[in-house]
């Protein structure tokens, strides 16, 4: 590493970076077409990005098998990063096809709304591929940059702006905390590659040091604004409310995941699985977002709010694997991210398709009475919700068990009770959806249903899976056990 | 036998209630004869088990076992015995009997009604069936959400409030079964390796005393607010009076006999010792429950909250009798959930027959009822007098048992439980009383209609099983003492087996007799 080879010589396997390179093109592709005229309600963009997710997608399928490092070990292609690869690009694909019809319907249907979506996924997949801090910070900053964008993406409604605003200000912060971390981290270990951080860290046992500790604490912060845990939460609510409802979709899941992606591997990789002392500040964070979360979710009557709120407490649960720890943690958390994003997505997706033209009815009274009247709509709300609430036969109900089977197992029992209790709780407001869809008549104007296809394929489809890996999740559990093998 | 039987059961019921989601949400009539249809073949289906079920033979019979989710071990594990039989078939004629007896009460999204009461009773069937811990409880839980649509869609004026404390109140208490059943599972896959939910393997497990303490208390706090047992039964006056009439039989006449299930397969045979050593406690309760639904019963205004109180009542005797733990208790604690199934279940329905037809429930409103509907009031006698347990009814044979068992547990027990049986004639005659006999004091009842085919016809089986359960309840008997006994004799065992682990701290061994593996 004493001399930089010339550019071009650099011995990339181009293969294996073929889902950032798809991503990447497809994003430039998106802002050179726009150069060409289309007539006004053209869905040409909307077709690019599906195609450069796809072609990721298929390019990772491709190179799943082999192990490979890239770029001196910055960038790796392992069965961790597979797995994530495919499910930024299915969550992407997701947000894609929800907004379709959507970012029409509200007049911000530009190329660059969908550029800006490939480039957050872009980073998120960076995130989880990364083996080096830099690299993660690369992927966390793209994330962030394009996601900062699409939260103020209407840009002339006030809570858009307000939202972005928020959003940029707290997340720039927490990028400094995070950059903090990374440099402390480097100057206790003399490095920022995960791979050396571990043989550092085994070769001299360092736990004891401070810099150590409080570089790797800085950095739990930047992840935990991320996932958004309490009490680095308060960005969330606003941020979700005010964002165009299909990004609200998009980040809710995939920016939980990417930062959850990127703890995953710096724990399990660099630390060798997190620390003893680590481990009660983890649950402790777990067990106050997963409170926090859902108790004020209780109070609230706009369901993007509400659902914000809801996914704050999700990521509480995510964070129980995580303090779990080892394989079966991580294993459970892929899981829980898989599950989630799914039912997440379908819930957010089914608020998209509410109201006609600009309008947002997310309100709970909105909803009152679309169980009857839209029977579709209807199903697939009160399903999401009842798997957001994790109660069987759907997948959130298996997520749940795998979360608290992996910290019963790491006999963290005290959060599992508080666990289960906090899935009580939430099941309150969720039933508050299905008691307006089903039990309650609408006040005033009805909500309309904006029916279009694409939106209609996505929710459908995450309708189907989130009633499939409810009854025969065995495939995706033993796929997210088999991805973090290369992690240890 | 290859035919998968009891898969069949479980699915039936489902498939007809999602193909009735496709069609036209207008074909009220048509939605009608179709979920009759359905629950008429799952009752067909389900009645060859009285039969094919072998009581005497030991183990789970048409068993189905298939790997669900290998990741965690846990396996779609199906099987039968005297005493899930039995209940099975209870569910699927009280299901028939709701759907016969709703014709008329349910009029709008009729699709929608009769598609959930399906759905229900194929959750109910795989609770009574499902031997794998983690598929009981997928059934267990998954059951409350249809049951919760029905009371919160198609109840009374507070039916979200009764919809969604019934919802909570379950969930709270299962919940931390659940966390029940993965701490065995970690026992068990730490003893012998083999990561499994299967009931079997648990059953071979032997658990020290102290862990089953809380084992147990997770369990029985979930089957005890299901029961419901006193303290926890709040949930219930409100759930049954707000549910439409057929949700209120089938919560009466199956949903509640979940939780006395629970206690008979999971609680008592898991956890024996900490089970007895909980007994004083759990047989006050049900004491307490007996006495005070009963009191509680006799000063309702409403017709169907007085039902539903005399249900925390009739429970209390189906605990009493679990816990006696002798085979006249246990069997008798059987023969009183049945002969409740039906009783109760007939009770709602012909609450809802007047109801229909006044839109009142109060007794206040009735009076003289023979006069102009005769043969609803000749059924409401024989059944009213055979929830006061009547001998030659069926509710006889099941107070009778669980008294002649808790006498020979305690003799103290016994004597305040028959204080319930005389409180429950107290009531019900009274009831009776002012609702059926006397002048007809209200102008608008003078004019009532009779029965009508139908409704004879929903009740002709009730009254059949009524007296037959009453006179001839050896079948009955015959069919669940064998089980029963089976499940007594293990408790035994693995208490003695829990008593030597006692005296040998940290000894981890394996019971030589016990699963199938």
């Known amino acids: ?488 | 036998m290859n035919f998968p039987w009891l898969s069949w059961l479980v699915f039936l019921p489902l498939a007809g209630a999602v193909l009735l989601l496709a069609t036209p949400a207008a074909a009220d009539r048509w939605h009608r004869r179709w979920a009759t249809l359905v629950a008429l073949a799952e009752f067909a289906l389900s009645l060859p088990l009285w039969w094919r079920v072998i009581p005497w033979q030991p183990g789970w019979q048409l068993v189905e076992k298939r790997a669900w989710l290998p990741a965690l071990g846990a396996q779609y594990y199906l099987g039968v015995d005297g005493i899930s039989m039995l209940l099975v078939l209870l569910t699927t004629l009280m299901t028939v009997v709701a759907i016969l007896g709703a014709f008329g009460a349910v009029r709008e999204r009729t699709r929608e009604f009769y598609a959930l009461l399906l759905a229900l009773e194929a959750g109910m069937i795989g609770t009574f069936l499902a031997l794998d811990l983690l598929l009981f409880y997928v059934f267990w839980e998954g059951m409350l959400i249809p049951m919760y649509l029905l009371i919160g869609a198609w109840g009374g004026q507070r039916r979200v409030y009764a919809a969604v404390k019934f919802f909570l109140y379950t969930m709270a208490g299962s919940v931390l079964m659940l966390v029940a059943i993965l701490s065995l599972y970690f026992m068990q896959k730490g003893l012998t390796g083999v990561p499994t939910f299967e009931l079997d393997a648990f059953y071979a497990m032997p658990l020290a005393p102290a862990s089953q303490v809380w084992l147990f208390l997770a369990f029985a706090l979930a089957f005890a607010i299901k029961v419901p047992m006193f303290p926890f039964h709040t949930w219930l006056p409100d759930a049954h009076v707000e549910a439409p009439t057929a949700g209120s039989v089938i919560l009466a006449a199956v949903l509640l006999k979940m939780g006395t299930y629970g206690f008979l397969r999971f609680a008592i045979p898991l956890f024996p010792t900490a089970s007895a050593q909980f007994t004083p406690w759990i047989v006050a309760l049900a004491l307490i429950g007996i006495v005070y639904g009963a009191l509680v019963s006799m000063v309702q205004p409403d017709l169907k909250k007085l039902v539903a109180y005399s249900s925390v009542s009739h429970l209390g005797f189906c605990m009493l009798g679990l816990y006696a733990m002798n085979p006249q208790g246990l069997a008798g604690s059987m023969m009183q959930m049945l002969s409740h199934g039906v009783s109760t279940g007939a009770l709602f329905l012909l609450v809802g027959v007047v109801y229909e037809r006044r839109h009142t429930r109060l007794i206040a409103d009735f009076g003289g009822l023979w006069k102009p509907l005769p043969v609803y009031s000749a059924i409401f006698l024989v059944v009213m007098l055979s929830s006061v347990g009547l001998p030659g009814t069926n509710g006889f044979v099941g107070e009778f048992l669980v008294l002649l068992g808790t006498f020979r547990a305690n003799w103290w027990w016994a004597a305040i439980a028959a204080t319930g049986v005389i409180l429950s004639a107290c009531y019900m005659l009274w009831m009776f009383q002012r609702v059926i006999f006397g002048p007809v004091t209200h102008e608008e009842n003078r004019n009532l209609k009779d029965l009508s085919l139908r409704e004879r016809l929903v009740f002709a089986p009730l009254l059949i099983l009524i007296f037959w359960m009453g006179v001839m309840p050896q079948p009955f008997l015959d069919r669940m003492q064998p089980a029963l006994n089976r499940t007594l004799e293990l408790s035994k065992q693995r208490a003695e087996a829990a008593a030597v682990m006692h005296t040998l701290p940290g000894a981890l061994f394996r019971l030589p007799t016990g699963g199938e593996r």
């Not at chain 1, 294993?331 to 997706?349: H, I, K, P, Q, T």
């Not at chain 1, 992996?406 to 709780?425: D, F, W």
């Not at chain 1, 249903?449 to 929710?459: E, G, H």
């Open chain 1, 1 to 488: 590493m004493s001399v930089l080879p010339a550019p071009f010589l650099l011995p990339v396997d181009w293969w294996a970076l073929g889902a950032v390179l798809a991503l990447s093109v497809g994003a430039m592709l998106l802002l050179l077409l726009e150069f060409l005229p289309a007539k006004p309600g053209s869905s040409r963009a909307a077709v690019v990005a599906l195609v450069a997710l796809a072609v990721s997608a298929l390019a990772v399928w491709l190179a799943r098998d082999a192990r490979r490092t890239l770029f001196g070990g910055m960038f790796v292609n392992d069965g961790f990063t597979v797995f994530f690869t495919l499910l930024f690009c299915a969550i992407g694909a997701f947000a894609v096809l929800l907004s379709w019809d959507y970012v029409k319907r509200t007049r911000i249907h530009h190329a660059e709304y969908y550029a800006l979506l490939l480039c957050a996924t872009l980073g998120m997949v960076l995130m989880a591929a990364a083996n080096d801090l830099i690299t993660v910070f690369l992927g966390l900053e793209l994330m962030s940059l394009a996601l900062y964008v699409l939260v103020g993406f209407r840009r002339n409604r006030l809570e858009s702006n307000e939202a972005a605003l928020k959003y940029f200000l707290l997340g720039a912060f927490a990028s400094g905390f995070f950059l903090y971390g990374i440099a402390l981290l480097y100057g206790a270990t003399g490095t920022t590659s995960l791979s050396r951080m571990a043989e550092f860290l085994s070769a001299s046992p360092l736990r004891p040091n401070a810099l150590l500790l409080v570089g790797g604490l800085l950095l739990l912060v930047g992840f935990f604004f991320k996932v958004a845990a309490v009490p680095f939460h308060m960005w969330t609510p606003d941020a979700y409310e005010g964002a165009p409802t299909s990004v609200t979709a998009f980040m809710s899941v995939g920016a939980k995941a990417a930062a959850f992606a990127a703890l995953l591997r710096f724990g399990l990789r660099a630390l060798g699985g997190f620390p003893a002392e680590w481990v009660p500040v983890l649950s402790g964070v777990a067990m106050l977002t997963m409170t926090v979360g859902n108790v004020t979710a209780l109070l609230q009557n706009n369901l993007k709010r509400m659902l914000a709120y809801s996914s704050i407490a999700h990521a509480g649960y995510v964070l129980v694997a995580v303090a779990a720890g080892g394989p079966d943690g991580a294993s459970a958390a892929l899981f829980y991210l898989a599950v989630y994003s799914v039912m997440n997505l379908g819930a957010f997706g089914v608020l998209t398709i509410l109201g006609r033209g600009a309008q947002e009815r997310v309100l709970m009274a909105d909803v009152a009475g679309l169980g009857f009247r839209r029977p579709l709509v209807g199903l697939a709300l009160a399903v999401f919700m009842i798997s957001l609430g994790g109660i069987p036969p759907t997948a959130g109900f298996i997520g749940k068990v795998t979360v608290f089977a992996a910290a019963l197992k790491a006999g963290l029992l005290p959060l599992v009770i508080v666990g289960v209790l906090n899935s009580v709780v939430s099941v309150y407001y969720y039933l508050r959806v299905t008691v307006a869809l089903y039990m309650q008549e609408p006040q005033g104007e009805p909500t309309e249903v904006s029916w279009a296809a694409p939106a209609a394929v996505a929710i459908v489809l995450a309708l189907a899976l989130t009633l499939w890996w409810g009854v025969q999740a065995g495939g995706l559990l033993e796929q997210a056990q088999r991805s973090v093998l290369g992690l240890l």
